[in-house]
């Protein structure tokens, strides 16, 4: 039979090379093994964030994008604002443009002469004249009027709609179609 002093001598020099599991080590594992395990937790935690804002901000991006980039509405279906010829609408222009600034974004129909027709980046314009040499009116023509754009001629009367969209040297109209 082995001696209670011999079984405490035995078990500190393995106590120190070998920690015994009592209760109070247990007790101290589990808390490091929890702690271990809550700060992996929040590192992936972490990682769930930023991936989540991420996938948020790409979705964002992409919604942004298709509504700026969406398809422009058809300009023979938009309703017209007014009717000019090319000499009152130039007159309006050049008259300091208050008058102009009612019809920006809106559907006006001009009616005049065809002083250049132009082929650019895969768009015709066509560059109305009116009285005056001094500004023109440039249309830049909706993409189904190809066909229509190519049998005109310089000098021709025409009559068309389109978006206007604001006047720098010249009065600027998008998306026009010929009526």
Sequence with gaps: MVSPLFLKILYSFLGVYFPLYTQSTQRTLQKTVLLSCKYKWMKYL???????????????????????????????????EESFTTNELLAKFQHKQQKLEDFIEKAIEVEGKIKD??????????????????SYILC??????????????????????????????????LHCVII
């Design 46 to 80: 972490k990682y769930y964030k930023i991936s989540a804002i991420s996938c948020v901000l790409c979705l964002s991006l992409f919604f942004l994008y298709r509504h700026v980039n969406s398809g422009i509405a058809d300009t023979n279906t938009v309703q017209t």
């Design 117 to 134: 027709i132009t082929f650019q980046d895969g768009k015709y314009s066509l560059i109305l004249k009116g009285d005056s040499d001094a």
């Design 140 to 173: 830049e023509m909706q993409s189904d009027q190809h066909a229509a754009v190519k049998k005109l001629e310089a000098g021709q009367n025409i009559k068309l709609k389109g978006i206007l969209k604001g006047f720098l040297l010249d009065v600027i109209l």
